[in-house]
């Protein structure tokens, strides 16, 4: 490249760096408070978290649990016995699990 493709290279990154510079705002952009989803960007750890299911385990007097094409499973708590289940232990675990989920 001679002398002459030289001076026009200068002269377009000169310019393209003064575009740059004109254009380019002084104050830094806001960023929103929220994503496009509309969920927060930032969320405290000290907020409590909304529970998916709101109820007390012990209220629980009845599961009945059904899977297609091979019947359905019936707990009822009598007292403070689960009838029907194998383990109550894992049955109030698994009330727990629910609340807390």
Excluded: C
């Amino acid at each position: 490249m001679g002398w002459r493709g030289t001076l026009w290279l200068a002269v377009a990154v000169l310019a393209a760096g003064a575009l740059y510079w004109l254009t380019t705002p002084t104050e830094p952009v806001a960023i929103p408070r929220t994503t496009l989803l509309g969920e927060p960007r930032y969320v405290d750890p000290r907020t409590p978290i909304p529970r998916l299911l709101q109820f007390d385990p012990s209220h629980v007097v009845k599961i009945r649990l059904t899977v297609p094409g091979a019947g359905q499973l019936e707990l009822v708590r009598r007292e403070s016995a689960w009838q029907g289940a194998a383990d109550p232990k894992a049955v109030n675990e698994f009330l727990e699990a629910l609340r807390e989920a």
